[in-house]
RNA sequence: GGGCGUUUAGCUCAGCGGGAGAGCGCUUCCCUGACACGGAAGAGGUCGCAGGUUCAAUCCCUGCAACGCCCACCA
């Protein structure tokens, strides 16, 4: 009856799991045909840039997108994910690639490493950034800007979207406020810089003289070397007689404007603004407005640069001191300290941002942000879930314009060129750049987020139209974290929405962008060095295998919400893994099958959990379209684990001992579930799966299987309502058994009689599986003997013979408790029903429910008190 | 300064107008020939606080409190 296995007794996940993992790859399962007829079914994979490197998170995201992927291709979709890891050309990468060359590594270990993470993370001995390490490096590494290489398709779709948008007026260079890290010696965009709250001062200060005087406040009083005027609003009484007029600034002597401007609010501090057009935003607006001039008082080092006693010092050391000089001349009126007040920073450093005029590159993003916002709004993309749309809309409706240079050393530098007497060309993707004495490249590079914008399409092969692009564009999903849905999906889709607004397959470059949250540790913090809380992926990987860590992963995703993760969690899912394991291996020891027909007669035990089968698959395929993870797992966990091992196999057991057709059929159907549930946790186990399924079914692979559909006339809810039945007696007896401390070995004779016809014809078809699970022996249906003591479910009193030993007080006090909750249930159900303005405003469907409450409850005071008196006394 | 979210069992989280759920942890019993990474039976919560709407509120509304997140050019 022991059937041969190929199953080893003991699960090892390592042993598993590489070997299987390069048979896909070598069959080529990861890899997808654009001339198949298969309908499409493509996702975006997030460039290393913007995952960061192999931690947590990108594991986290990894899983999720595996999961759809390894659905679609079993439902008969050609899967692509856009386009991995391996074609990755851009930028950053580079520079990663080179950093791990100097390392002794290959991009073949990323694995292992946490590649990137490592490069951010670098630190020279000063505290310097990346920047530094490559600056070290620089002797032994060949990346200066100028001879920085890009992937040469990835350069191509950068150059025409930018000559795109430059033609069209949406790309312009400009001297505008951008925020500007001395430290990295760049400008940042807007999402790049971070506001901290920070104690400073509020310094107010008199600036002119006499009834020509104003007092104005700054944080930032250094910054009054560069003032250029004092304005104040047009309907204040208070300044009227001043506006036109000049006053002295104090320290430089220079005579600046009093002007008017709506701007101004009167009602806050004295109701006078100093404007410095070179260093606020605000007040570059004013100064545009009243044509003032700009004067930037500090280098690229925030060390003044104006000439004068405070020349190359720097910006906070200049502040104290020149506050220092102004009240020695006795200007400062008050002076607030601390003050608290929003302080942005480099969100790469960690440095205070400096707001400085500068000549940059800009994207006009008004109309291409409005597209974005409209793609939304009008339902042509989706956010999952929908909650996430007010902060889409929040954002994509107040841009500013978009800062795109960077004075970086890596990055796709800007395709224009300057000539010598001043010409400025945009250089497309089949130009030709100039040549010849005096002509030059601009010196910046992009934002990586330019890049990156273009990454549905340009790894397609954009802007050509090849078979890719045709295929799988727009792309069926994108999968990210919410914390990225401004850096790149607002670059994406602004892209995407622009340059393929022609393509009559549609623009949007998704349509559906489903959002997951950040990994947490097991009391929901941040993983983050400081905390000492990170864990490497690759060591519970190591210790409990992949499938059990995806699992983890996986059960935890509920959308757009943070996943706390711990070591114990994944220990739980690696236990599960297990358990499918054993429960499989057993079933193929009994002979499980997926050979041939289901047999037309079944058994109702067979038929109840086919019809379970049937139910669960409908529910986990609205789980899995809904992107609802981490509620597909539970399903298919106590599925799994309880419905099928612990009761099925269990109630199985006997009849397949006493072997014949029927033994042969539950064979059958053991197979047949086992065979789905295999299918059906493939996504979110893919490792432990396909060794467990092609083994049970002799299949080729379940990457290639297909995909299990709900045979709905399976459903038998007659069969479900018998064996619930059944369940019931057992667990009773059980319990019984439990509170009577009776030994597990010790087999008790009992007497079956039935309260109902039902009951009556489904119960006496199971003696054997009450013999074994619920240890009676023998069972028979009858006449409960004197001195038996009776265990009562509705419709079934089983009477035990205990020997008269049995302890009366336990069993009073259970019987007790039980009484009291019927009890509690009766009064209550009569409360409400008793009251007319219950049963006159609710429902029929609910009146009859509590009607039916009442029904049972009642029914069960009575078994239940009947219970208590034939206790002995 | 705006906006959003969270508050349910010891921990991490589901649920969301009509009988409080899961995993882990905990208690008791059991090494029964698939599995002790297991089996069986349990304990544990006035669902943050205060009002309101409703026949009915953990679920809807209002206020409050605590925590968290995002956004922000108020000197």
């Keep these: 009856m022991t059937s041969d296995t190929d199953l080893p007794t003991t699960f090892a996940p390592a042993q598993v799991e590489g070997p299987l993992y390069q048979r896909w790859v070598d069959r080529g399962y990861f890899t997808a045909d654009a001339k198949s007829d298969r309908p499409a079914f493509s996702l975006v994979i997030p460039p290393p840039n913007v995952t960061g490197s192999l931690h947590m998170g990108h594991a986290f995201e990894h899983t999720l997108m595996d999961i759809l992927t390894r659905r679609k291709r079993m439902q008969g979709f050609e899967a692509l994910w856009l386009p991995g890891m391996d074609h990755a050309g851009i930028a950053t990468q580079n520079v990663v690639e080179k950093t791990l060359a100097v390392e002794g590594l290959s991009r073949h270990d990323l694995g292992r490493v946490a590649f990137l993470e490592r490069v951010w993370q670098w630190k020279d001995e000063s505290g310097g950034t990346i920047l530094g390490q490559m600056r070290r490096l620089g002797d032994s590494v060949d990346w200066t800007r100028e001879r ?50 920070e104690d400073g001062e509020l310094v107010s200060i008199r600036y002119g003289d006499g009834a020509d005087s104003v007092v104005v406040a700054t944080t930032r009083v250094e910054t009054m070397l560069g003032d250029t005027a004092v304005a104040v609003h047009p309907d204040d009484e208070r300044y009227r007689h001043l506006v036109g007029r000049e006053i002295e600034l104090p320290l430089v002597g220079r005579m600046i404007r009093v002007v008017a401007d709506e701007h101004v609010d009167p009602a806050f501090g004295t109701g006078a603004v100093k404007v410095t057009p070179a260093h606020d935003p605000n007040d570059f607006e004013i100064g545009r407005r009243h044509g003032l001039d700009n004067i930037n008082v500090m280098d690229d080092n925030a060390a003044i640069s104006l000439p004068g006693p405070w020349l190359g010092m720097d910006r906070f050391e200049a502040r104290s ?31 205070t941002v400096e707001p400085r005029l500068s000549l940059q590159w800009f994207v006009n993003v008004a109309p291409l942000a409005k597209a974005a916002g409209d793609a939304v709004r009008d339902g042509v993309v989706t956010i999952h879930p929908q909650s996430q749309e007010a902060r889409w809309f929040a954002w ?94 607002a670059r994406m889709m602004m892209f995407g929405l622009y340059a393929m607004k022609d393509d009559p397959r549609g623009a949007e470059p998704f349509h559906t962008v ?133 009761w099925y196999v269990e109630l199985v057991k006997a009849p397949l001992e006493a072997g014949g057709a029927a033994a042969d059929a539950t064979r059958r159907v053991l197979g047949e579930v086992l065979d789905s549930v295999l299918r059906l946790l493939h996504p979110v186990m893919p490792f432990l799966t396909e060794t467990l399924w092609t083994t049970l079914t002799g299949g080729e692979s379940l990457v290639v299987a297909d995909w299990p559909t709900a045979d709905l006339t399976r459903r038998d809810p007659q069969a479900e309502q018998e064996v619930a039945l059944l369940q019931s007696v057992i667990t009773e007896v059980r319990r019984f058994r439990a509170e009577q401390a009776i030994k597990p070995r010790t087999r008790l004779a009992a007497v079956l009689a039935f309260d109902d016809p039902a009951a009556a014809a489904a119960v006496p078809g199971y003696l054997g599986q009450l013999e074994s699970l619920a240890g009676l022996e023998p069972v028979t249906v009858g006449e409960a003997p004197p001195g038996f003591q009776a265990v009562v479910v509705p419709g079934v009193r089983v009477s035990i013979d205990t020997s008269g030993a049995i302890d009366v007080a336990a069993e009073r006090a259970r019987l007790g408790k039980l009484l009291a909750t019927a009890v509690n249930e009766v009064a209550l159900a009569e409360k409400k029903l008793a009251d007319p303005a219950f049963t006159g405003k609710a429902p029929q469907p609910v009146i009859d429910k509590i009607t039916g409450r009442l029904t049972t409850a009642q029914a069960d005071v009575a078994r239940i008190t009947g219970q208590i008196d034939g206790l002995p006394s």
């Design 514 to 646: 489903a959002l997951h949250g950040m990994v947490r540790d097991a009391r929901g913090k941040k993983m983050s060095k400081s905390f000492g809380n990170v864990v490497d992926p690759i060591e519970w990987i190591d210790k409990y295998g992949a499938d059990a860590l995806r699992f983890t992963l996986a059960r935890g995703a509920n959308p757009g919400t943070d996943v706390p993760i711990s070591e114990d969690w994944v220990q739980g899912s690696r236990n599960f893994a297990t358990k499918l394991w054993n429960a499989t291996r057993f079933a193929l020891m009994r002979g499980a099958t997926t050979q041939g027909e289901l047999p037309a007669d079944l058994s109702p035990v067979d038929r109840w959990i086919l019809s379970r089968l049937a139910a669960v698959q409908v529910e986990a395929d609205a789980l899995y379209d809904d992107y609802e993870f981490a509620k597909v797992c539970d399903l298919l966990f106590h599925f799994a684990w309880d419905e099928v091992f612990d």
């Design 321 to 351: 001191a020149i506050t220092e000089e102004l009240r020695r001349l006795g200007r400062i009126v008050a002076e607030k300290r601390p003050y608290a007040h929003s302080v942005g920073h480099c969100s790469r450093c960690g440095t």
């Design 148 to 197: 920085f290489t890009m992937d040469a398709g990835l350069s191509r779709a950068v150059n025409t979207i930018f000559k795109r948008l430059h033609d069209d007026g949406l790309i312009y260079r400009a001297e505008r406020i951008i925020n500007w890290c001395p430290r990295d010696l760049t400008a940042l965009s807007d999402i790049e810089v971070e506001h901290l709250e």
């Design 396 to 489: 994509v409706d107040n841009m500013h314009d978009w800062c795109i240079s960077r004075q970086l050393w890596w990055g796709h530098r800007i395709p224009v060129w300057y000539g010598p007497d001043g010409e400025t060309v945009v250089v497309g993707p089949d130009d030709d750049a100039p040549t010849g004495e005096g002509w030059r490249q601009d010196e910046d590079v992009l934002d990586t987020w330019f890049s990156s914008g273009l990454w549905p399409f340009s790894t397609l092969g954009w802007p050509d139209q090849t078979a890719d692009l045709e295929k799988f564009y727009p792309t069926t999903v994108l999968v990210t974290g919410y914390d990225i849905l401004f850096f790149w999906v």
